[in-house]
């Protein structure tokens, strides 16, 4: 096996379009000095993000969280919300900055997503709403949340951070639900830097969205709605429509190394790797990993490859119930399964620049702690 690597391999790194792309898109910008304040690229931006989103309604945002956070006050919603402790910090801190009450329920064991069939036990007459995750692009049991939903009158607002571009039975990600809101963080498949977006179903949001995220002014003298600065900018907007010319390319090669990594690991005992639903096209954000009754632990796995200057991530330990603002009003203990696998999961490296042999290796690092 090689020594140790000189330079360090990430959990990802961003793509990026060529240069002289970029500094094409720019020049418009310096032309018009219009920066930001939904400008010409963040309406050719959203109007791409639709088709390629296979979406009717939009809004764009600064970033994921604000986009959540301003979705789920979209909503006026009051009570409780349904929701995941498997997942990042982001999704709980929107519904709590909204004034609303996480309830956290279970996750299942083969993709990690919320639990539909505890869901019900979990409703309340206080309960309003349900917001799951697509924890690492892997796509919740949306029919049957729906068909709960449905029956109890709630809203299903989807954290669709991870589920750029994903589609089920050939239908984008982002029609299911009330709305669904993705990240175009620069760590993510996708990205404009920092950014984020809405997909949502009654066209009547759009006004409220595009309010909220621009202070809730409605016209210069009327503020109608406590809104927030939620706008993205025109920088961002040049460099998610260059990456949207790459994304599918970055995709096919996430394919291949997730691919690579399935053929090496799975099988091994002790080693589980999520559950792929043959209904779903999945982009390939994540590689989780879960050490179930393999000879080294998590840790050890984490460790020995960082020895080797290669940084997996425990994306997500520890779980929301287990953070210091959270702790005291939410027991790890409901949640038993979110709480194992937590300390279970290991993101491995992915990314489209990612050399074979390195994946290769990793597998190797892993191979060897179990002997
Ligand atoms: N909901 C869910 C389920 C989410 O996972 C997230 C974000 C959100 C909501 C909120 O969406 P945003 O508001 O972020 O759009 C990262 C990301 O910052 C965060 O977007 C993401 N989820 C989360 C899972 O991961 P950190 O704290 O782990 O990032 P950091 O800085 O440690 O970066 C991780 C690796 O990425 C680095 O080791 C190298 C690489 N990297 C990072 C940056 C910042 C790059 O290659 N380029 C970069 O510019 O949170």
């Given at each position: 096996?090689?020594?140790?690597?000189e330079?360090?391999?990430?959990v990802?790194?961003?793509s990026?379009?060529?240069?002289e792309?970029?500094?094409?898109?720019?020049?418009?910008?310096?032309?018009s000095?219009?920066?930001?304040n939904?400008?010409?690229?963040?309406?050719?931006?959203?109007?791409q993000?639709?088709?390629?989103?296979k979406?009717?309604?939009?809004?764009?945002f600064v970033?994921?969280?604000?986009?959540?956070?301003?979705?789920?006050?979209?909503?006026?919603l009051?009570?409780?919300?349904?929701?995941?402790?498997?997942?990042?910090?982001?999704?709980?801190?929107?519904?709590?900055?909204?004034?609303?009450t996480?309830?956290?329920?279970?996750?299942?064991?083969?993709d990690?997503?919320?639990?539909?069939?505890?869901?019900?036990?979990?409703?309340?007459?206080r309960?309003?709403?349900?917001?799951?995750v697509h924890?690492y692009?892997?796509?919740?049991?949306?029919?049957?949340?729906?068909?709960?939903?449905?029956?109890?009158?709630?809203?299903?607002?989807?954290?669709?951070?991870?589920?750029?571009?994903?589609?089920?039975?050939?239908?984008?990600?982002?029609?299911w639900?009330?709305?669904?809101?993705f990240?175009?963080?620069?760590?993510?498949?996708?990205?404009?830097?920092?950014?984020g977006?809405?997909?949502?179903?009654?066209?009547?949001?759009?006004?409220?969205?595009?309010?909220l995220?621009?202070?809730?002014?409605?016209?210069?003298?009327?503020?109608?709605y406590?809104g927030?600065?939620?706008k993205?900018?025109?920088?961002?907007?040049?460099?998610?429509?260059?990456?949207l010319?790459?994304?599918?390319?970055?995709?096919?090669?996430?394919?291949q190394?997730?691919?690579h990594?399935?053929?090496?690991?799975?099988?091994i005992?002790?080693?589980?790797?999520?559950?792929?639903?043959?209904?779903?096209?999945?982009?390939?954000?994540?590689?989780p990993?879960v050490?179930?009754?393999?000879?080294a632990k998590r840790d050890?796995?984490?460790?020995?490859?960082?020895?080797?200057?290669?940084?997996?991530r425990?994306?997500?330990?520890?779980?929301?119930?287990?953070?210091?603002?959270?702790?005291?009003?939410?027991?790890?203990?409901?949640t038993?399964?979110?709480?194992r696998?937590?300390?279970?999961?290991?993101?491995?490296?992915?990314?489209?620049?990612?050399?074979?042999?390195?994946?290769?290796?990793?597998?190797?690092?892993?191979?060897?702690?179990?002997?």
């Open positions: 096996m090689k020594e140790t690597l330079r360090p391999v990430l990802t790194r961003s990026l379009p060529p240069l792309e970029y500094i094409e898109m720019l020049k418009p910008i310096w032309d000095a219009w920066l930001t939904m400008g010409a690229y963040h309406e050719e931006f959203r109007e993000l639709k088709k390629y989103l979406l009717t309604n939009l809004e764009l970033n994921g969280h604000m986009a959540l956070e301003l979705a789920i006050q979209a909503m006026e009051k009570g409780e919300v349904i929701t995941t402790p498997f997942t990042f910090a982001s999704t709980t801190h929107a519904i709590v900055r909204n004034g609303l996480p309830v956290l329920c279970d996750i299942n064991e083969e990690y997503t919320l639990n539909a069939d505890l869901i019900e036990s979990l409703i309340t007459e309960t309003c709403a349900i917001v799951p924890v692009g892997n796509l919740c049991d949306v029919e049957k949340i729906q068909e709960i939903a449905d029956r109890h009158h709630l809203k299903v607002i989807y954290d669709a951070a991870h589920a750029f571009g994903e589609e089920l039975d050939g239908k984008g990600v982002g029609t639900g009330d709305a669904s809101m990240s175009f963080h620069a760590t993510k498949v996708f990205h404009s830097i920092e950014g977006a809405v997909a949502f179903k009654e066209a009547s949001l759009e006004k409220r969205l595009y309010q995220k621009n202070f809730g002014i409605m016209d210069s003298e009327t503020v109608e406590v927030a600065n939620g993205m900018n025109e920088f961002q907007a040049a460099m998610g429509l260059c990456n010319r790459h994304v599918d390319e970055e995709i096919r090669k996430r394919k190394l997730a691919m990594y399935r053929h090496r690991l799975e099988g005992k002790g080693i589980k790797l999520c559950r792929e639903n043959p209904r779903v096209k999945y982009n390939y954000a994540y590689m990993v050490f179930d009754g393999y000879k050890e796995i984490f460790q020995a490859l960082k020895e080797k200057n290669i940084h997996a425990k994306y997500f330990y520890p779980c929301v119930n287990e953070y210091e603002c959270y702790r005291e009003r939410f027991p790890a203990e409901d038993p399964v979110a709480a696998i937590s300390r279970q999961v290991l993101t491995l490296p992915l990314y489209a620049d990612l050399p074979m042999d390195a994946a290769d290796m990793i597998c190797d690092i892993i191979e060897r702690k179990g002997h």
